[in-house]
T-cell receptor, first 112, second 111 residues
Framework: NAGVMQNPRHLVRRRGQEARLRCSPM?????VYWYRQLPEEGLKFMVY????????ESGMPKERFSAEFPKEGPSILRIQQVVRGDSAAYFC??????????FGSGTQLSVL | SQKIEQNSEALNIQEGKTATLTCNYT??????LQWYRQDPGRGPVFLLL?????KEKRKERLKVTFDTTLKQSLFHITASQPADSATYLC??????????FGAGTRLTVKP
């Protein structure tokens, strides 16, 4: 059973471009979480999704950010019109029914 | 306001000693609490889960306690080794398996 797969591992964007971060959960997992982490800081919650539903998006800025977890395919975190402050590591985690989370290796987003 | 606080940013101890990390929270009533380990450049890895009706949980050299009255969890690593050096994160279920993390404590075990 492959682990949580995130891609790309590194993503470079210029200011104003769009960033699309992908997360394939572990097989059988229907819960997906997205967190953001800056160097030497903890994980900041962004959004919690279950298949086709957003359960909690209170940590995600209302503008420019969106997330989805369709019935088929990976979860996508989308950041439109990126700014330098969006530079960070973005981690995705999945779980079977909540509780124990399995994390991917993260996507390091750099905005030039 | 709701907070999850871990006792210190960094903890340095000598090999063989017991490391004790603290996680305090306010204005939450978690059904369970978890501890994760994170190494540089990697995603966190699950270590232990303890439920609100459990006082203590053990796994090999790891021990976790959970005091819902004090709103505190303690995480112990006994007979610490340099390989235990990492950042340790506590995480709370704030309801419906919605998970929030503390800022983490960076543990360094010196030989």
């Amino acid at each position: 059973n492959a682990g949580v797969m995130q891609n790309p591992r590194h993503l470079v964007r210029r200011r104003g471009q769009e960033a699309r971060l992908r997360c394939s959960p572990m097989k059988g997992h229907s819960h997906v979480y997205w967190y953001r982490q800056l160097p030497e800081e903890g994980l900041k919650f962004m959004v919690y999704l279950q298949k086709e539903n957003i359960i909690d998006e209170s940590g995600m800025p209302k503008e420019r950010f969106s997330a989805e977890f369709p019935k088929e395919g990976p979860s996508i975190l989308r950041i439109q019109q990126v700014v330098r402050g969006d530079s960070a590591a973005y981690f995705c985690a999945s779980s079977f029914r909540g509780e124990k989370l399995f994390f991917g290796s993260g996507t390091q987003l750099s905005v030039l | 306001s709701q907070k999850i606080e871990q006792n210190s940013e960094a903890l340095n101890i000598q090999e063989g000693k017991t490391a004790t990390l603290t996680c305090n929270y306010t204005n939450y009533s978690p059904a369970y609490l978890q501890w994760y380990r994170q190494d540089p450049g990697r995603g966190p890895v699950f270590l232990l889960l303890i439920r609100e009706n459990e006082k203590e949980k053990r796994k090999e050299r790891l021990k976790v306690t959970f005091d819902t009255t004090l709103k505190q969890s303690l995480f112990h690593i006994t007979a610490s080794q340099p390989a235990d050096s990492a950042t340790y994160l506590c995480a709370l279920d704030i309801g419906n398996n919605d998970m929030r993390f503390g800022a983490g404590t960076r543990l360094t075990v010196k030989p």
